[in-house]
């Protein structure tokens, strides 16, 4: 069992940078894939990044070049770093344990999200 818990979201205007968290407690933290999705109001969840246990990363095109993902495997704790973000990108973020694929089906557990919210 792996529970997570994300922070670090806001206003920002366009242009601008945040920088998620995700930090993990329970077994074998160090074993899991870890990604991050998003939900804007009214469209479904999507795939932002994920990283692997072993480090190897992986991001939606809609993101690559402005985002990146890492993880501290000593802290438990997963990142998203949020560049050059504009109002497409406001949306509820969503950090997520499991196998480090694309889909969402893919990850057992989930926090709650963090809002991030662009101003253009």
């Known amino acids: 069992q792996v529970q997570v818990v994300e922070s670090g979201g806001g206003l920002v205007q366009a242009g601008g940078s945040l920088r998620l968290s995700c930090a993990a407690s329970?077994?074998?933290?160090?074993?899991?894939?870890m990604g991050w999705f998003r939900q804007a109001l009214g469209k479904e969840r999507e795939f932002v990044a994920t990283?692997?246990?072993?480090?190897?990363?992986a991001y939606a095109d809609s993101v690559k070049g402005r985002f990146t993902i890492s993880r501290d495997n000593a802290k438990n704790t997963v990142y998203l770093q949020m560049n050059s973000l504009n109002p497409e990108d406001t949306a509820v973020y969503y950090c997520?344990?499991?196998?480090?694929?694309?889909?969402?089906?893919?990850?057992?557990?989930w926090g709650q999200g963090t809002q991030v919210t662009v101003s253009s």
């Open positions: 997520a344990a499991g196998s480090g694929f694309r889909r969402s089906e893919d990850y057992a557990y």
């Open positions: 329970g077994r074998s933290f160090g074993g899991y894939g």
């Open positions: 990283i692997t246990w072993s480090g190897a990363t």
